[in-house]
């Protein structure tokens, strides 16, 4: 259904939800920043300046709000969930962080996916707390959440997985990625952890598609067996490897995070790894390098809301443009909190059939 022709992200705004829409998603999708969507409309024939294009997106952020807090609380419910986080350099302003060059600091965006959602969340710090009033760190948010997480290995995480209601899940890709560099350092012994990660991704690839017990069956035998070597080939080495060493550094990380590594032998719907969000990261990543930094805490905040969004079509596999253009329009007619979440995109998508 096309949106009123008078819909607006804002009462009395020039734009309509449809160029808006395409704001939104050219910025923080495909990466072009708002100085070059301004000169694009230049070569129009259409004079915008950049804080008429920065004002739509605020605008447009507060209208997506509720649709954030129901991707958060969907996420959090989520039977497995992924987090992991990426670095957003910030302008500093009054210099109390540590700095990045001049008058930038490292803020971070938290990504969590779930089973067909997604949340991004700013932290203006990587630690694990929030450290302004009101904002909320990885360990924050984990306090919100039960069952089966998956992550890294980072520190910050301890206090969360220590709890008895949360399981951790390990990311077998980070333990490959540390024998990867083993073997790129010259060390050949290093191919034989790296083979067994090989065979443990192709025995992934076979069994996708098939029921839930009969990936748990073939991962019981086929899948528990090569994990079962790799954990004797690192306990035969490592007592002759220095620990600071490429090796050492790959043997110590999978020896001392196995039960969260072999995770999911336990249950057929635990990944191998986590690359659910960091496949999201990467789209991230690609909008960081063009805008470079946020102009304040504020953008980063504005930044996690508008990659929640396009996290959720991802999942979903929406047209975000369209998706945006149809939603931002109902939401400025005003949109109870409690129906946010028929408004995501998984559910807009099945509604519309």
Same mark, same amino acid.
């Given at each position: 259904?096309?949106?009123?022709?008078?819909?607006?992200?804002?009462?009395?705004?020039?734009?309509?939800?449809?160029?808006?829409?395409?704001?939104?998603?050219?910025?923080?999708?495909?990466?072009?920043?708002?100085?070059?969507?301004?000169?694009?409309?230049?070569?129009?024939?259409?004079?915008?300046?950049?804080?008429?294009?920065?004002?739509?997106?605020?605008?447009?952020?507060?209208?997506?709000?509720?649709?954030?807090?129901?991707?958060?609380?969907?996420?959090?419910?989520?039977?497995?969930?992924?987090?992991?986080?990426?670095?957003?350099?910030?302008?500093?302003?009054?210099?109390?962080?540590?700095?990045?060059?001049?008058?930038?600091?490292?803020?971070?965006?938290?990504?969590?996916?779930?089973?067909?959602?997604?949340?991004?969340?700013?932290?203006?710090?990587?630690?694990?707390?929030?450290?302004?009033?009101?904002?909320?760190?990885?360990?924050?948010?984990?306090?919100?959440?039960?069952?089966?997480?998956?992550?890294?290995?980072?520190?910050?995480?301890?206090?969360?997985?220590?709890?008895?209601?949360?399981?951790?899940? +390990? /990311?077998? @890709?980070? =333990?490959?990625?540390?024998? #990867? *560099?083993? %073997?790129?350092?010259?060390?050949? !012994?290093? &191919?034989?952890?790296?083979?067994?990660?090989?065979?443990?991704?192709?025995?992934?690839?076979?069994?996708?598609?098939?029921?839930?017990?009969?990936?748990?069956?073939?991962?019981?035998?086929?899948?528990?067996?090569?994990?079962?070597?790799?954990?004797?080939?690192?306990?035969?080495?490592?007592?002759?490897?220095?620990?600071?060493?490429?090796?050492?550094?790959?043997?110590?990380?999978?020896?001392?995070?196995?039960?969260?590594?072999?995770?999911?032998?336990?249950?057929?719907?635990?990944?191998?790894?986590?690359?659910?969000?960091?496949?999201?990261?990467?789209?991230?990543?690609?909008?960081?390098?063009?805008?470079?930094?946020?102009?304040?805490?504020?953008?980063?905040?504005?930044?996690?809301?508008?990659?929640?969004?396009? +996290? /959720?079509? @991802?999942? =979903?596999?929406?047209?975000? #443009? *369209?998706? %945006?253009?149809?939603?931002?329009? !109902?939401? &400025?007619?005003?949109?109870?909190?409690?129906?946010?979440?028929?408004?995501?995109?998984?559910?807009?998508?099945?509604?519309?059939?």
């Amino acid at each position: 259904m096309r949106a009123p022709l008078g819909d607006k992200v804002v009462q009395g705004g020039r734009m309509g939800c449809a160029l808006v829409a395409n704001l939104l998603v050219e910025k923080y999708r495909d990466g072009l920043p708002l100085h070059r969507q301004r000169d694009r409309f230049a070569r129009l024939g259409v004079e915008l300046s950049v804080s008429t294009l920065a004002d739509q997106v605020t605008w447009a952020t507060e209208l997506l709000a509720p649709l954030v807090r129901a991707a958060k609380e969907r996420t959090l419910a989520a039977k497995i969930m992924h987090i992991d986080g990426t670095g957003l350099p910030v302008l500093d302003r009054d210099g109390t962080n540590k700095r990045v060059g001049t008058g930038k600091r490292i803020g971070s965006l938290w990504g969590c996916v779930g089973d067909d959602s997604a949340f991004y969340f700013y932290a203006s710090t990587g630690k694990k707390v929030g450290q302004r009033e009101g904002e909320i760190g990885p360990e924050d948010l984990l306090r919100l959440r039960k069952g089966y997480t998956v992550a890294d290995a980072a520190t910050l995480f301890d206090k969360s997985f220590a709890r008895d209601d949360i399981i951790e899940c +390990g /990311c077998n @890709m980070h =333990a490959r990625r540390k024998f #990867v *560099a083993a %073997l790129e350092a010259g060390d050949d !012994r290093a &191919s034989l952890p790296v083979s067994a990660y090989k065979v443990l991704y192709q025995i992934e690839d076979e069994i996708r598609g098939l029921d839930r017990e009969a990936r748990h069956a073939e991962r019981a035998t086929k899948s528990a067996a090569v994990c079962g070597e790799l954990i004797r080939w690192c306990e035969t080495h490592q007592p002759f490897e220095p620990p600071k060493s490429p090796m050492g550094g790959g043997i110590r990380y999978v020896l001392n995070h196995q039960d969260a590594l072999l995770r999911f032998l336990d249950d057929p719907d635990i990944p191998l790894d986590n690359g659910a969000v960091e496949r999201m990261h990467v789209r991230v990543a690609l909008t960081r390098k063009n805008f470079l930094f946020a102009g304040s805490d504020a953008g980063g905040v504005r930044a996690a809301a508008v990659y929640t969004i396009l +996290g /959720c079509c @991802m999942l =979903a596999d929406v047209d975000p #443009v *369209a998706y %945006l253009t149809d939603v931002l329009a !109902r939401l &400025s007619r005003r949109v109870r909190e409690a129906d946010a979440a028929d408004l995501l995109p998984a559910s807009w998508k099945s509604a519309r059939g």
